[in-house]
């Protein structure tokens, strides 16, 4: 079994470093620095976006972060980060409107670029504010967003959440803080942390 990901530490790959820690299984990283590194032709052969993260499974490329996390759910079921199959609908739902249009809907905010009410009609997430309300009605009181299991949601939309709070775009009220304090306490979601903040200084974005 070979499982390879390539990244940046100050990057969306951090994400998918949570998630392949929740696996478990065994993998090698490739640090991928942004510029002359990122948009090499070799790196444009991996993901022709020249973008961050990659991962390469068994000679099988996967890219975008949210295609990645529902990847390894599913490759490595014994990690119970999926739910069953029959048993799917919000999982699929929450997963595909954190990928699209609330990181949408975010960038945009993020770039200072407004839509008008007509114009809204035409963008997939609406407006942001929309976007944001039913990103954090996925937020529970207790347990996960599927409920009593942590699941690649809790990885995946959990840290849009997280990130969109460090942009300063929402605020971290005390029941979001309590929990992306729940999921980021995790042994998983730690190890995570201390390998790529190892790596920042050498790897992270040019100065
Ligand atoms: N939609 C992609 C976005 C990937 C992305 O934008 N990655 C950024 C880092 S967070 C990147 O590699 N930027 C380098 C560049 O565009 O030069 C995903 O979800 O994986």
């Known amino acids: 079994m070979s499982l390879v990901f390539y990244t940046n530490p100050l990057s969306r790959g951090r994400i998918v470093r949570w998630m392949l820690e929740e696996t478990g299984a ?34 099988r490329v996967v890219t975008e972060c949210g295609a990645i996390c529902l990847y390894l759910a599913d490759v490595f079921p014994e990690a119970g980060l999926a739910p069953p199959l029959a048993d799917r609908a919000s999982y699929y739902r929450w997963m595909m409107f954190a990928a699209g249009p609330w990181e949408q809907a975010n960038i ?25 309300d039913v990103l954090l009605s996925l937020v529970p009181d207790t347990g996960y967003m599927l409920g009593g299991k942590f699941s690649a949601l809790d990885v995946y939309a959990g840290s849009h959440i997280d990130w969109a709070i460090q942009f300063g775009s929402i605020p971290a009220t005390p029941k979001i803080a309590t929990y992306l304090d729940r999921i980021q306490s995790r042994p998983a979601a730690r190890r995570a942390l201390e390998l790529d903040e190892a790596a920042a200084a050498e790897y992270g974005p040019p100065a």
């Open 108 to 132: 945009n905010a993020a770039l200072g670029v407004q839509v008008t009410p007509e114009q809204s009609r035409m963008a997939g997430y609406g407006t942001f504010e929309r976007a944001l």
């Open 26 to 59: 065994p993998y090698e990283t490739r640090f991928v620095r942004y510029g002359e590194e990122m948009n090499s032709p070799d790196f444009a052969a991996i993901n022709p976006m020249r973008k961050v993260p990659a991962l390469v499974h068994n000679g």
